[in-house]
């Protein structure tokens, strides 16, 4: 075979190798795999030679292909379709055939990730150059249609998708190598023309089937062809040399760059370290060993989702950067608002998400966030009186309620495109976040990233109804609701924004990967975790390992699978170690790797293989390690700290254990003294949290599944269906819960009814829903019913006044017996166990055995848990087993009656002398959000300053 292929370790010996072989020859075609690679080659061939006009040209694949197509009279080149145009494809077909088989289809198909796992298959499928009848035939012998079956429902998208893109006259840039192969079987012109020039192929490891198809007609047209290609130094790699049999392979030469690696505590403690680090080696100090090389031939990688927390850590520590690539549209300012303000729309517009959504710094910075949210405004209506005495508030709820109405009701793509632009348009997002760049300086980088997002948004509006055309009745289908959502979804997250201006002398932060001709003095790499290296590798339930390798097997048509085909899981794997040690080959001279040793939730976290594999390959040679996972937050006196980005840790013995600090005193006394009940089980676990719930300092809403909300529905449905059942007791109480509980989970909690995502919680809210009213219903069978001549939903207990406070409560049932003693009960979702030290009923208790003029006799209070089937409480020895309580209990009801009791004056004195300190030994300690408001994790324990004093 006429063709050489040029391997290379290190991209310094790229580099070389080509300036050696191409600075005189300026006639050579280079071809590379991305946009920045171009420019790294431009960069290095302009070194030495000469760059004038139309001496070197270089080509991404889908340049090359325009090319071909257009130095042919008549040859139109086929229309490249994004990825939201790919999934406006894909998703208008797979409603098709949901219209069609319905039922029969498995219920991942209508979940809206099912388009994104689709897609990647199909595209997978494209590369490989796999024919729809072979996949038919291989995978479906008989030629039966099956609905039911995974498998078969990707061949028949995959057929149908083909089909639709070339009846159009379009192209899905997976199938760029297959245009281009067939172009230049075809010859031609510019073939013509490329015979006398040779063409040099620079980065690229191996092929897939497209690609490799498309090389072999370059050779076989007689083209001078050179390959530059990386290799990976491990045994058996299936990369260029081995698909090209018969290729002269020459090595370059290389020299292994050295490791240091550095181990931090969790996510944020490995970047606050690694950045600690490089400022303490510019000076000439810290563990790094060797020379600074300056900012700019420094290069740092980090996982895309970390390269926020990547760009504070490095802010904070004063360390001049570039970010190589725009975030995506998803990460900004004008997405952040769309998720919420659909989520709102959603939910039916709930008070405290609604009022933190016009309070945005970017929509009305001014409002009062904590006034909206008590007003308990619900619903558009609701929400339209509350604010329409403030003009910018009303403005702002018209616009995001504008846009939801767009979204709910429909529209075509290029509607939904615009009612994104008239929201992002409407109020000046921008200037309102300009105002306040001055107080809060990050805010200068949304504002960037804002206006940049609504210029991509314009440049899509102006190309879709070009899109419309091509695409014909899919781009012009409504989708609606989270159909609509996905579709601006796969927008924002394959849009870039501009990533700013490029400063001289800085160090340069890759989210991802960076091109594969970059290289650099100092390539650091982070999280190198077996949890990202490999990462979690998940077959496809779209097309099975197995069914992968009988294709494999397989002779199709006369086509051939070949070993880069359709993956299966361990050559996946191969390829991620292959792309970690290129990764490590961005470093001419040292490699920085960096990995947390625990993640998030302090669970320990392993080194990826990887390393000691490269180590032991010589493919990199270690250098040592610095191991600073022991928590050391803050730098000892024995170390140097970095003013003002770091404080010194105290010395030892400077004070004393816990609880030897003051805490601040209550500055701000409970506006409200009128305390709920429900309330009463946080200020037993913990004061201080009891406090910042009462203040509405709730932990962040993260979307997905509302807790909240559910329980809410759950209540409303118990009590709507306890209300029917004492109208007519003859009705079995199953039965009338089963007839209840979708309209009311629609009207209090719809976002579970319409959102396919959350179809599982409402599977499994039913059947708790069904499971606890059977519990209720055996109660009732089982005497209660007989003994009880009154019962009351939602019942508003008599307040309590004591010095400070009131106490309040409403119970959600009451239940009076015949000798005159009552039973309070209350629901709960989960497992009743949970609240055996619960004294929120017996409180409850004490409210009504304190009942002015007539006390009522408590007899026994009950929690039912739906999930568990089960209750769980305190009563009278006669009525446990009325009350499927267990038949002995080592506590009486008297007991937790009194225990009650002094909670409820602990409460009131602290009200009193606004006392809320934190409970730091509680046990709710470990799932509390307000751990870092109470700042617990910074006390030192007396055994903490024992150890110190050892040292
Ligand atoms: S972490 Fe512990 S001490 Fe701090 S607020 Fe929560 S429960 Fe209280």
Redesign the pocket.
Known sequence: MPIEILSYRSLRSLDKGLLKMYSDKTDSIFVVPASEDREWLKDILLAQGSFGSEAFRIYRWDELYRELCTSEEGKAPLIQIDPPDHWLALNGLTSELISRWRDRLPPGVAQSGFISSLGAMVRELIREEVPVEALLEGLFPDCKERPEDPSWILTSLYGEYVDLLRDKGLMDSAAISTEIGRLVAEGGKFMANLKNRPLVLVGFYSFNHSQLGMVRAMVKSGLDLKVFSPVAGLSHEYGSIAQLEGASVKELKSVSPKMFSILGGNGRHELETVARELVLWEKGLGAIPGDFPNWDRIAMATQPRSVSLAVEVLERYGIPFNLAKGRTVADTVLWDTVRKAWDCHRDRWQPGPTAELLCLPWMVPEGDERALARASARGIKEWKRLVSGNERLTSALQSVARFCKVLSSGGDCKTLLQALKDLACSMDWGKSLSAQVEDVPDLDRSVLDLGSAVRELERKLSKIEELQTDLGEAAQKPLKGGDAMAFLSVWAESSTVWPGPTRRGSMTLYPGSPPVMAHYDTWIMTEATGKNWPGTLVESPLLRESQREDLHSMDLRGFRLDRTHLPLLSEKRAQKEVLFRRLMACGDRLVILSRPSVDGSGRPLMETSFIKNALDDRWVTDLGSLDRSDGRVLPQWTEKALSPSEVHQPLAGSYSFRPDREFPKDSCPLPNKTIPLSSVDRFA??P??FR?HSEGLFPPDLGGFNAALAGTAMHEIMNRSWKAYLQDESVPFTAIVDGLWEPVLEEVYRSMVVDRDLSRRKELFYSDLISGATLIQAMEQNGLRDRRIESMSEMDLPPLAMDNVTFTGKADRVDLLVDGRVILWDYKSGNSAFYSRSLQLAAYGVLLAEREPEPLEIGGYGFIGFRSSSVTGQADDDLRSLMSLPASSRSSLKDKLDLARSLLADLDRAVGEDDFS???E?P??SR?G??S??R?GELRRKDDDDDDSDR
């Open positions: 676990t913990c201080f949290m910042c934190p409970n730091y509680s709710g300690c509390c307000y751990v408001l109470c617990r």
